[in-house]
């Protein structure tokens, strides 16, 4: 059995013999992680041979028909026309450094016409380069978050273009509406119980427009449960590196997030008990660890953020009762860790830091090593080292940690705050409970 495409592109062959081999070793119960079927994707000497994403998904969609399993990726690099949609029970094993997802050149157009509401149609001012099978962005001026709709082209005529999801929102020509080939490299839906491993995404930043990390990011995840991600390396992707929003015991674990245009990682949404942990992220645009809203009972250990383009770790609306612990916060443009202005009944409230070092921050001009802002209460700062370690006319870290005047309740106990530009504590909430005894 063959499969023939027309993305100019190597084609996949699945034979006869491969089919009975891999459904013998679901009799068997084989898997290179636990039970299920086990087949392998590869440019050459393979289940499934080929090197784009639908060879990719050609083996989760029948490993995820046959009831769950693993595919295991060879070396080599993969055109991604697409994203590789997870499926539940699938776990997707590459090889490392060898196994590269490659997001292809971008097209894009202006839209001929208003794509409203609800509308499972775009009609592109100029249809070239894009195709059927292909991942697309569909947005406007007042697109963002989540209004903006990413989906599949399932079919073609006269110009106008099926998508497999309908738009989030009206896309108006008025208002500058487009469509384009920006989809996250790996996306998961509503996945349960998969495993990523060993990965590299190569988001091909330079050929490509941006999109928001609510929507998209090298490797996306939405409304998914129990799916760790280890091992994987994220770069050049324009937009965040990794992004999960609405998914809940999400691991993240050994991964490196770096060179992206925004966010490193990005926990959001609602996302209940992440675990991040021993990753590294670095010289990506905006922070190195950006919890967006309502991230709740996480840990972040183990981590390096540094030389981000704003902040190393943002913590904000909603984001209460993490933990975050033995992590390096350094050389970062803005503050090292910086809990941003909400109001007291959106706070990130019940937050710690503890066996933190937080070096070197402010390289943009100035910072702090942790920099409390808006009605912010009942935070711990435990145990930390917080400095500047440069000559006296290099440093930029001003203060070791800045409260301000409307934060409450914070205790900071037992760090070591030394070389700061400024001085060690500036408490601006003069009415407030504070404790300090370092």
Not at 29 to 44: N, P, T, Y
Not at 100 to 128: F, H, I, N
Not at 258 to 271: I, K, Q, R
Request: proline share 3%; with cysteine; net charge negative.
């Amino acid at each position: 059995m063959a499969g023939f495409f027309r993305f100019g592109v190597p084609v996949f062959v699945l034979t006869l013999f491969t089919l009975s081999s891999v459904i013998s070793s679901v009799e068997a119960g084989d898997s290179a992680m636990g039970k299920g079927i086990s087949v392998a994707v590869g440019l050459k000497d393979a289940d499934i041979v080929g090197s784009d994403n639908r060879a990719l998904q050609a083996a989760v969609d029948y490993v995820a028909g046959l009831g769950g399993g693993t595919v295991e990726i060879g070396a080599g690099t993969y055109l991604m026309n697409d994203s590789l949609h997870l499926r539940s029970n699938v776990n997707l094993i590459g090889q490392g450094e060898a196994t590269v997802l490659r997001k292809s050149d971008g097209v894009s157009s202006p839209l001929a016409t208003d794509g409203d509401y609800g509308q499972e149609e775009v009609t592109p001012a100029d249809s070239t380069g894009f195709e059927v099978g292909m991942g697309v962005t569909v947005a406007d001026d007042n697109s963002g978050g989540f209004h903006t709709t990413v989906a599949t082209i399932i079919s073609e005529e006269d110009g106008r273009f099926a998508i497999s999801k309908p738009l989030n929102a009206d896309c108006m020509v008025h208002r500058n509406a487009s469509v384009r080939n920006t989809f996250p490299v790996i996306s998961g839906y509503y996945v349960e119980n998969a495993h990523l491993k060993g990965i590299v995404v190569d988001g091909n930043r330079d050929n490509n427009e941006h999109l928001n990390g609510c929507r998209g990011a090298g490797i996306f995840l939405y409304r998914a449960s129990n799916v760790p991600i280890t091992n994987c390396v994220i770069h050049g992707y324009n937009g965040d590196g990794i992004s999960f929003q609405q998914s809940n015991d999400i691991v993240v674990e050994g991964c490196e997030s770096y060179n992206n245009a925004s966010l490193g990682f990005h926990p959001g949404s609602g996302s209940q008990r992440p675990v991040m942990k021993n990753n590294r992220s670095h010289e990506n645009g905006t922070d190195g660890l950006f919890l967006c809203w309502r991230v709740r009972h996480g840990i972040f250990e183990g981590n390096e953020l540094r030389d981000n383009g704003r902040f190393g770790i943002s913590i904000g609306h909603k984001d209460s009762d993490n933990i975050l612990r033995n992590n390096t916060v350094m050389g970062n443009k803005s503050h090292g860790v910086f809990f941003r202005n909400e109001p007291e009944y959106t706070g990130g409230h019940r937050n710690l830091l503890e066996n933190n070092r937080i070096y070197n921050n402010g390289t943009g001009g100035e910072g702090c090593g942790i920099y409390i802002r808006g009605e912010t209460h009942d935070i711990k700062i435990v145990g930390n080292e917080i400095g500047d370690t440069r000559p006296e006319d290099e440093k930029t870290q001003q203060f070791g940690v800045w409260i301000g005047p409307k934060a409450d309740r914070i205790i900071i106990r037992g760090n070591k705050m030394e070389g700061n530009k400024e001085g060690t504590v500036k408490n601006e909430a003069v009415d407030a409970q504070v404790e300090i005894s370092d």
